[in-house]
Each structure stands twice: as structure tokens, then as C-alpha cells.
């Protein structure tokens, strides 16, 4: 029966709805620290380009999905850089706070087109806060992937969706036919020495004729070593890498997750002596 239920990933070619990647600051930035960040906005022409809407901002809305319910906090100052598509929805956006500066991309294609570009909007910024005395405290990526499997049987949603005998689904999830969510984290080292914070969340909802799977991956690498104690700070050379490594992090849960036939229908691959 499994061989014959479709799996549907949100993007046809892939199941990623959303891809954000931040840098957070070791202190919150000043008023006059953001004013810089917006003076190199403005005179920066890719950066105009490829984010022509700016607005200021005293609050963050973060939303998850379609239908994910928004969360606000309140922050004192900042901005929000955005490019809109001709759908009138955003593409990308964004949010320079006081407290980091993060990217968020809704039209994923491949990491090796869409990082040269997150990386194109961010340098400039982020050279400006390193410029301005503050140190990157961590650097973060996260991935939101999406599927529908069309089957009202929740359980052979289960198994054709994951990899039975992987790490990160507990014996619950192989036997609820019905909803069910999972959200685990572990510390990892990178290959830099520093600590890796991972975060690996899985939401199961079981519809009426189909379900719906989210997963959601973040990791983020700290400016310290695994033990957690000795200080390795950031540098603004250090910030692609450690996103090539992170990335990395995020297709080994993904491929330890999901079923093989689901990995090769996404063209989801590890190298091999991983």
C-alpha cells in the first residue's frame, strides 16, 4: 500500500517553505549603531536593489507557515528591508535589530544560488556592526521543509514519509495514528572547533484524507568551543563557511529523517563518508 501514496513536498522540487539565516550581535546595538546599519542601506546600490521596500520598525512578527500563528516582542528600533514579488507576497526579507540581523528567503531554489545571495545583502551590514565595535556572538540557519502525503491513514503517512530505525522519531510517533509532534535539540561541534546548538522539530497533522508534515531545522553556531568555556570569536571572513557548515548539519538531520525514496525525490544527497 505504502508504494502507491504520494508525497507532495510545498515546492514541487523540494520542500523548503522558508530558509532564514542570522548573525547575532554579543550586545544589543545602539541608536546611533542602527543608524549606521540604514546609512549603508542607503548608499548601497545592490542593496536598494534587491530590497527596494524599507520601513522602520519597533516590533518583530515572526509567522510559520500558511496558517502558524504570528508571535510579537517588542524591540526599540531597527529595520525591515524587504523585496515583494508581482503576487504582492514577499520574497525576501530582511530584519536588522538591535540584537542581530537576520535573512529570511521565501523562494528557495539551491543553497549555491540563493547564500552567494543572502551573503551579497548581509557582508555590508554586518561589516558595519563589526566596524562599529560589536562582535558576532553566533550565527544561525534555519530551514522550514513542508510535505502532504495523500493518505487518511496517518501511520502509513509515517512510514512512507520517514526512515524507520533513524534517530530522531521516538517509538510514539511509529505507533499514534493520528497527530503527533516531536521537538528535540542537541550539541554538535563544528568543524571549527565551536559549538553547535541544533534544534530539530517535527510536527505531524493528521487531515482529513492526507497529512501534513513540518520540519523545522535550526542550528546555530556560537562563538565558543564545544566545551562551551573557551571564547573563538567570529570574523566576518568566518561567517560563509560556518553558514556551508551549518547547512551541512541541516541536510544530515534531513536525510537521517526521511525515507530513502523521499530524499531521492527532493535530490536531497550527503557525501558519502558522512
Known amino acids: 500500500m505504502s508504494e502507491t501514496i504520494e508525497v507532495h513536498p510545498v515546492a ?10 542570522a548573525v547575532e550581535w554579543d550586545r544589543h546595538m545602539s541608536p546611533e549603531a542602527l543608524a549606521q546599519v540604514e546609512e549603508v542601506y542607503r548608499r548601497t546600490d545592490v ?3 534587491l530590497l527596494p521596500s524599507m520601513d522602520k520598525i519597533r516590533g518583530v512578527s515572526l509567522h510559520f507557515g ?4 504570528a508571535v510579537s516582542t517588542p524591540e526599540e528600533g531597527g529595520l525591515q528591508l524587504a523585496h515583494i514579488g508581482n503576487d504582492g507576497k ?4 530582511v530584519s536588522v535589530r538591535p540584537d542581530l540581523i537576520a535573512c529570511n528567503c521565501m523562494v528557495y531554489d539551491r ?3 540563493v547564500k552567494p545571495k543572502a551573503l551579497d545583502i548581509l557582508m555590508p551590514m554586518i561589516e558595519c556592526g563589526l566596524t562599529a565595535g560589536y562582535l558576532i556572538q553566533a550565527v544561525g540557519l534555519q530551514y522550514q521543509d513542508s510535505f502532504r502525503i495523500q493518505t487518511g491513514e496517518p501511520l502509513e503517512a509515517t512510514r512512507r514519509l ?3 530505525g533513524g534517530a530522531w522519531l521516538s517509538p510514539h510517533a511509529w505507533k499514534t495514528n493520528g497527530s503527533w509532534h516531536i521537538h528535540q535539540g542537541w550539541f554538535s561541534a563544528s568543524a571549527s572547533g565551536r559549538r553547535v546548538h541544533n534544534l530539530l522539530n517535527v510536527d505531524f ?3 482529513v484524507g492526507s497529512s501534513v508534515v513540518r520540519i523545522n531545522g535550526q542550528h546555530r553556531s556560537q562563538g565558543v568551543g564545544i566545551d562551551g568555556q573557551d571564547p573563538q570569536p567570529f570574523e566576518l571572513a568566518d561567517v560563509s563557511a560556518t553558514l556551508d557548515g551549518l547547512h551541512l548539519d541541516n541536510k544530515l538531520a534531513l536525510h537521517s529523517l526521511l525515507s530513502d525514496s523521499v530524499c531521492n525525490q527532493i535530490g536531497l544527497t550527503v557525501p558519502e563518508e558522512m
Open 162 to 164: 520517514f526512515r524507520e
Open 205 to 207: 497533522v493528521s487531515e
Open 47 to 49: 542593496l536598494q536593489r
Open 111 to 113: 543553497w549555491d544560488k
Open 90 to 93: 514577499p520574497t525576501w526579507v
Open 66 to 69: 500558511d496558517d502558524g500563528a
Open 12 to 21: 514541487g522540487k523540494h520542500a523548503i517553505e522558508v530558509m532564514a539565516l
